[in-house]
Structures are given as structure tokens and as C-alpha cells.
């Protein structure tokens, strides 16, 4: 794998004519969330389920999962219950609100980013950052006040769970006073330096040798490239997916499949931060037509066809490996961190 070029090598080559030198983080931000919290549950023993360690044995039982410590259907009860707890079934084993919260951020962050694998990040372009933000912050608050909300009622809800059930003793509970610091949600934007963008002094603190600063920008170097190449297919391959489910239909989709494709179309342009400008001009196409239609439109066979044959052009075109692959070695050649 050919090494990446540092910002000075890249404009020596362009001077003799080759491509423009692209800043990582010019176009975007690792973003990471952080969850911290109490989960309201504890481990079983097999002393707890009634089993020996002999007939677990036979039964090839490896674990006998968790118990709740706490009534959990209480958040339905909660201001918070029409928000996070919508559509959950009622039951001993209910899902916290505070998964609940961390995974819907978890979804969040996924929608506007891409994961950047050796940080395990995402990395979201800058345009779309305020927006996430935003969201991010949001869940944050509500995370926050189901901490507050816990903490509140936390002795009675405990006392109650102990009195109606066997085996539970207070020693298995943290103490009230130490609760609210367990919990917390936390999201945080950050990017990355290449070694070789250390000075000397940076380096001479760093003690490390010169083969193994070498080895660390070859392993971020092909992180990069890696990244790259991925992501570029993944937005792509997104495009080839909505595309072909037309076409299976043969133009014949519903409204609200035209409104998700309009959604697609939007984020594919949104995350399009390498110049993927072939794809994006044919898209603009396509959205521009599907302002005119609705489901009804799409049931007269020869709008459908005409649909159908427009998502057959852009797959096509998303899916032409070799075009694919000179995108993909024309960015690597091109991307830079510093």
C-alpha cells in the first residue's frame, strides 16, 4: 500500500500537475459518546435460581443471567414515559429508560456520521455537527433528569422491591448518596495529529524511536485509506439499495417509500465530503423529478417505467466498480490529516 503523502510532499506533485491535497478534518470530526450509569439489576447465582453447580453442569447451563433490583415499569409513571417509553410492554423485565436513551443517541451519532474503525468514532462532517449537536444534547438532558427522577424516589423504590421479593438485601444496592455521580451521558468532538506533525521538542518527550513513530503514521496512514475507501462505498452502496428496490417494483412504490428515497437522496449529498459529484448530479436529477409525484402518480405503468429506468441509470452507475475504484484511489492519494 502506497504511503500517504504529507500535506509538503502533495504540493510538490501539483505543482507537476496531481491532484490537490484534502484535509481530514477540514471536512469533518470524530465525535464519541460515553455512557455511565446503574443499571438496577444484579447477576444470579445458581444458589439464587435453586441449581447445584452439578446439575448445571448437566444441564450445560454456562450462566444464569441477571435479576432486577428495582420495579423498572415505575418510568412508565414518569414524565419521561411518552417519550422513551412508548411502545415497551409492561413487565418485571422492562428495558430502563437509561438503554433506552443511550441507545437512541447511540442511533443518532450512526445517522450523521461514519465509523471511523482504529478510534471506534464517528466521524461527522462539519455541516452536519451543529444539528447533531443539538439532538445530542438534548438526550443528554433527558438522561440527566431520569438520574435526578431515580435518585428521587430511589429508597422507596428499593425498600418496596426488597419487601416483595426473595433474597435481596440492601448490601446488593449502592448507597443513595453515591447513586447520582454513577450516572452520566456524555458526547465529545475531537481530531487526530500524524506523528510526523510533531515538533522536536514534542518528540523528544515522546522518547519514542524513529522506526516506531514511522510505525505509528503507517498504521493511522492506512486508517485513513481505509476509511476512505469505505466510506465512499457505504453511501454508495446505500444509493445502489434504494435504487434496485425500485426497480424490484418496477417504478410501482408508495408515497412513503418516494419520501424515504427523498430522505436517502438528501443524506447521501449531506455526507458527500469527497467530491462524489457523478453520483450527486444524477441524484439531483431524480429529487428534482420526484417533487412532481406521489404513490397515486406511480400507478400509471408508464411514470413507473420512467422511474424504474432512472433508478436502473444511477445503480448502475453507483455500483461501476472500475469508476468506484479510481474515486476510491483518487481520494486516498489525496487525503491528509494535517
Not at 424516589?153 to 440492601?170: F, Q, T, V
Not at 445502489?240 to 427523498?262: D, K, N, P, Y
Request: charged content about 25%; proline content about 2%; glycine content about 4%.
Amino acid at each position: 500500500m502506497a504511503e500517504l503523502m504529507s500535506v509538503e510532499d502533495i504540493k510538490k506533485t501539483t505543482a507537476v500537475g496531481q491532484e490537490n491535497p484534502i484535509s481530514l478534518f477540514s471536512k469533518g470530526v470524530f465525535v464519541t459518546i460515553r455512557k455511565r450509569g446503574w443499571s438496577g439489576r444484579a447477576s444470579n447465582t445458581m444458589d439464587t435460581v435453586g441449581l447445584s453447580q452439578d446439575e448445571a453442569d448437566r444441564l450445560a447451563i454456562m450462566n444464569v443471567g441477571t435479576r432486577a433490583l428495582i420495579d423498572h415499569n415505575w418510568w412508565f409513571s414518569t414524565d419521561l414515559a411518552e417519550k422513551w417509553m412508548k411502545g415497551m410492554r409492561k413487565s418485571a423485565v422492562a428495558t430502563d429508560i437509561f438503554a433506552r436513551i443511550e441507545s437512541a443517541s447511540r442511533a443518532t451519532l450512526s445517522r450523521y456520521g461514519h465509523r471511523f474503525g482504529a478510534l471506534d468514532a464517528q466521524f461527522v462532517p462539519w455541516k452536519s455537527l451543529p444539528d447533531l449537536l443539538e439532538r445530542l444534547k438534548q438526550m443528554q438532558a433527558d438522561y440527566n433528569h431520569a438520574a435526578d427522577l431515580l435518585v428521587a424516589r430511589y429508597e422507596k423504590l428499593k425498600m418496596d422491591w426488597i419487601a416483595s421479593h426473595d433474597g435481596l438485601m440492601e448490601s446488593m444496592y449502592p448507597p443513595r448518596d453515591q447513586l447520582r455521580q454513577r450516572f452520566s451521558l456524555d458526547y465529545s468532538t475531537f481530531v487526530v495529529a500524524s506523528p510526523a506533525s510533531l515538533d522536536e521538542n514534542q518528540l523528544a518527550a515522546s522518547a519514542l524511536r524513529a522506526e516506531e513513530l514511522t510505525n505509528m503514521r503507517h498504521q493511522l496512514q492506512n486508517e485513513c485509506k481505509s476509511f476512505v475507501n469505505d466510506y465512499l462505498r457505504s453511501f454508495r452502496g446505500e444509493v445502489a439499495s434504494f435504487c434496485q428496490q425500485v426497480i424490484e417494483a418496477h417504478g410501482e412504490v408508495s408515497g412513503h417509500t418516494l419520501s424515504a428515497i427523498r430522505r436517502k437522496i438528501d443524506r447521501f449529498k449531506e455526507m458527500n465530503i469527497f467530491g462524489d459529484n457523478s453520483v450527486v448530479s444524477q441524484l439531483d436529477k431524480l429529487r428534482s423529478h420526484l417533487e412532481s409525484l406521489s404513490g397515486t402518480d406511480l400507478k400509471d405503468v408508464a411514470v413507473a417505467s420512467r422511474l424504474s429506468a432512472a433508478c436502473q441509470e444511477i445503480r448502475n452507475a453507483a455500483t461501476d466498480e472500475k469508476m468506484l475504484a479510481a474515486l476510491c484511489g483518487r481520494v486516498q492519494r489525496q487525503i491528509v490529516l494535517d
